[in-house]
């Protein structure tokens, strides 16, 4: 009998870290409960390689911003935000802008655990924090042109055509504004 | 009573191994399916049909800008650039087909540039399957010559969602078809057909043997499948590498069609094409390093006839994309006549006889039909399937599904590069190896104190 208790705790132990596992790889949603010092980007352009992200910290309950910055963008897909976030805030809110993209904000508790991970909606032309028709006017009047513009070129893949054309067209929304309403900074590279 | 308690241990050990392992083997295939095993974006072959036009001067003609889906795909945006000789050609319409709306236009100096996005009554997007039209361009002759409607490869895409990756929009082209004009004038269409040159592979510059595993690219295997109006060229190469081909009813040739996936199958449709008429072509792979470029012998091909039926096994083709692949392949059908003209509006109906896969119902794409066969194992197995129109058998194809196969490819940079995997994948692997460790000393532990 103490054996099969043995066997039993064994089987537990797979199966609650299979469980862990399977939970650990999957997309977690846009906002997070538990903040992670690791920022990931996941859906987007394998061409889309920002270097750097505009980032303000920003105490939940004091409403003290204690960052607001450009920090860089590791491996075009990460931001160690762990340098930025005082140790003394319980519960901080993070406002991120990325090139082409609307800027988006995330509430979450300290100490600061699993990565953190979202999915940036692109389409940004404009720069003014929304995806609206006079994005895609911008770039419907920069297709086909070589080399390409730069701020047009959402996908950075060297062309502005109907990938553009097709982010702008599905990610029509107004992005998170900063915590003191201004507008956010450049964050062309 | 040594013999009773060792007989007891084993049980309860073989017991719990079988169930640790189990559950371990079933957590694990589950985790890696979810993050290896991902459905392949659906690839798209754009063309100009038809891909041939004789016409004479000052006369209009029609031409259909039209993509073949290799499976149901959610299109959003798509455009065209398109050159050709301005002072033989001249382009008097372009109308977009019912689902679609012209977002911006122009035309210059023989360069037409063109961009649909679907109308308001479609939403954003548009689901579309098989050998689609988006629009229809009339032109009218200037005077005599030949004129290339040219594609561009670069500027003509077709901005489809990714279902696998948060529908993030991807550019669906994998190959453009030019078409030829011919004003005022007749090309030898029946001119004999000689199959005198053969296959050469011919390095460029003298690196080649460094570069390469195995010796030079090879042309291993090529097999048509003839319709009415169009040719599916299936082409297995010794490594996987785009190629062109180039076809036309004079040895001149004329028209090309790319496929640009990186493969050692491929498999290239032709479209565009005249029944019963003879034509060429010639097959070049040039490696992506530019270090081979392989020409086929010049080769023909003549297509045939539509007919009503009825559907003959013996006259009936059925061809595999690939005889091995890692998890799903695509499998077409010829179903013919006894004078081995295509049957069109054959229901054909695909059934496994051994293995465990599943299988889409067959599309019709432009006088040949295609099914998906999909493994349903994570492991390897083989598979064989048996193709039938009503009650006829037309055929059958074994499938080797293998998910470690591994493309042999010519040695390059890249592929030098040290293998680094996901984040997610090595938090996976460290997961399972730590449970494994755990279990390990576990078992020895309980080994001991019986």
Known sequence: MRNFGRVLVLVGIVVVGAVVLWFAQRTAPATETSLAPILELRTLPETYCPKQAWLIVEGAKSRTVTTDQLVPVADCRRLDLSGYIPERLKTVTVYIKLPSALGFSLTAQQPLAAPLIYSPQLGDVTGDNSIDAADETAVLTKMFLSPADPAANIDQDQTVGALDLAFVRLNQAVGVSRPDNQPWGATND | MTSRRHSTFSDRFLLSFLVILTVLLLAGSAILQRIVFKADQVSTAVFLSPA??????????????????????????VQLELTYDPALLELTQ??????????????TGGELRWVLVPTESEGLSVKVRGIVEFGK???????????????????????ALDPDDGFRPYNAVSSVQNSVVTIGGTLAAGENIQL??????????????ETTVGGPQRLLSQELMIGPDSVLAFIRLQYASPLKIQFGQTRALGSVVEATSLSRFQVVRLSGLTPGTAYFYQVTVDSPEKTSHLTSRLQSF????????PVV????????????????VLLYASPRDAAGNTVTSAPLMAKIVSGSASTTPFIDSGGHQQTAITSELAGAQKVRVQVFHQTTLLGERTIAFDPNLAELQPESAASLAPFQPSRTITLALAGIGLLILLLGWLFIRLARAK
Do not use: M
């Open chain 2, 137 to 159: 361009l009339t032109f009218k002759s200037l005077g005599d010559g030949l004129v290339t409607l040219q594609l561009s490869q670069a500027n003509t895409q077709i901005a």
């Open chain 2, 196 to 209: 005198d040159q053969a296959e050469t592979t011919a390095p460029v510059g003298e690196t080649v043997e």
């Open chain 2, 94 to 107: 372009a109308i977009p087909t019912e689902q679609w709306q012209t977002k911006t236009f122009s035309q």
């Open chain 2, 313 to 328: 096994a013996a006259t009936s083709q059925l061809a595999l994309a690939a005889g091995i692949a890692k998890k799903s």
């Open chain 2, 52 to 77: 041939t036009v004789n016409t004479s001067t000052q006369t209009e003609f029609g031409s259909s800008w039209r993509a073949d889906f290799s499976a149901l795909a959610t299109v959003v945006t």
């Open chain 2, 302 to 309: 003549q297509t045939n006839g539509v007919s009503d039926g």
